[in-house]
């Protein structure tokens, strides 16, 4: 239970009001208002005062305390990915870019993501950048390494793109994934630069720019060719998300389809793992939730046998692979078009496993879904239905 809720408890047991706890408290009576509704942060004097005022038995204080360590926790994230930033205009900035071998690092960093909160991966990918800034800056590398390395700082710039967008910021997630496509234009790596594009578009769908989205899929897609990985696939399956937001069911269907041929053309893997590997289960995940935007029916039914089909295959996965935040996603994608079928029963069923998620694992994406099926189910179809309105009601208690 949150202070701001505690509080209230404990002042409406006491049958005291606002100005009497203030009186009691020494504390304006507005800025007690604002803390029970969640407006204003406690301090620890307002914490320890209401304790005693209203005999919580430290309750409050506790409450307090446990809040006041996460929001420092987030003014630390905040603040590294401030720094992170900045990194990121050095690396666009520099005209010579080079740095020093990083690859084992980058590479436990691209796996790990897959199983780890964005917040510890955004602070071990800062890190390992910044000593790759300072190994370039006292020239600590060989003549001979410039692509290998300028390779190493791109991935690095992706993963920071793809930790502040899960943190919910698409603006420093551009910067970091304008920096990643610098570093790919300087080693010639058409395959990192296909990923930065499809990365890009991500974080423009992310925003509802649709169109921004279709342009930076269809950059990418004129770089097709002899090149390893699933570069292809995954920039048709954003097309697909693109054109499924703009209402169009038959092209997003047709190029669901292409995207299908393009991972059965596949025969070299993806360089490197983890966050730049497009697996045949994250492309079950992408059909999922790009059909989720059309108008239900066939289209409903599809995606909710996508996702099944995705869940199932990361409940078969070691816990090392499994990709968490896009398999809880992915049951709300499956709740989505559960819900759009009238299956609501099952749709709550689905959304169970991220309901239970504790405050600190829900992604901006996953509370930006969520609130979608909420708002499905205050449609008149539904007005009537208990378990529409317990769903609906379980989603607000989202943290």
């Known amino acids: 239970m949150t202070f701001s809720t505690l509080l209230r408890d404990h002042r409406m047991a006491s049958g005291m009001s606002l100005a009497g706890l203030a009186e009691r408290v020494h504390f304006h009576r507005g800025f007690i208002f604002n803390v029970e509704a969640g407006c204003r942060a406690p301090s620890r004097r307002l914490a320890e005062a209401a304790d005693a005022a209203l005999n919580a038995d430290g309750a409050l204080v506790r409450a307090f305390e446990a809040e006041e360590q996460e929001r420092q926790r987030q003014a630390s994230t905040r603040r590294t990915l401030a720094a992170s930033l900045a990194t990121s205009r050095d690396l666009v900035e520099l005209a010579d870019l080079e740095l020093d071998e990083l690859h084992a690092g980058v590479e436990e960093t691209a796996i790990d993501y897959l199983s780890t909160g964005p917040g510890p991966m955004l602070h071990r990918a800062d890190a390992l ?17 410039r692509s290998d390395l300028y390779v190493a700082a791109g991935r690095l710039s992706g993963i920071l793109a793809y930790s502040a967008l899960d943190l919910g910021d698409p603006n420093a997630a551009l910067e970091h994934a304008r920096a990643a496509g610098r570093c790919a234009q300087y080693a010639g790596d058409i395959e ?198 317990d769903l609906s009601n379980a989603i607000s208690a989202l943290g």
Not at 129 to 145: C, I, K, Q, T, V
Request: aromatic share 6%.
């Open 129 to 145: 950048r910044r000593d790759a800034l300072s190994r370039l800056r006292d020239y600590r590398h060989g003549p001979h390494e």
């Open 192 to 389: 990192l630069l296909m990923w930065v594009r499809g990365t890009q578009s991500l974080i423009s769908r992310f925003s509802g720019d649709y169109g921004t989205g279709l342009d930076y899929v269809r950059d990418g897609l004129q770089y097709v060719g002899d090149v390893p990985g699933t570069g292809e696939a995954r920039l048709l399956c954003g097309e697909v998300q693109c054109l499924a937001n703009l209402g169009d069911s038959g092209a997003a269907n047709r190029t669901l389809r292409i995207a299908e041929q393009a991972r059965e053309r596949v025969r070299r893997p993806d360089t490197l793992a983890g966050l730049f590997e497009f697996s045949e289960t994250k492309q079950r995940y992408y059909a999922a939730s790009s059909l989720i935007w059309l108008e239900g029916g066939d289209d409903a039914r599809t995606a909710a046998t996508e996702a099944e089909a995705a869940i199932a295959s990361w409940e078969r996965m070691p816990p090392a692979q499994r990709s968490l935040d896009d398999e809880r996603l992915c049951h709300i994608y499956l709740a989505t078009a559960l819900v759009q079928l009238g299956e609501v029963e099952a749709a709550a069923a689905a959304m169970a496993p991220v309901l239970e998620l504790p405050a600190e694992a829900q992604i901006s994406w996953i509370n930006k879904r969520a609130r979608r099926v909420a708002s499905m189910l205050s449609a008149p179809r539904y007005r009537r239905s208990s378990a529409a309105e």
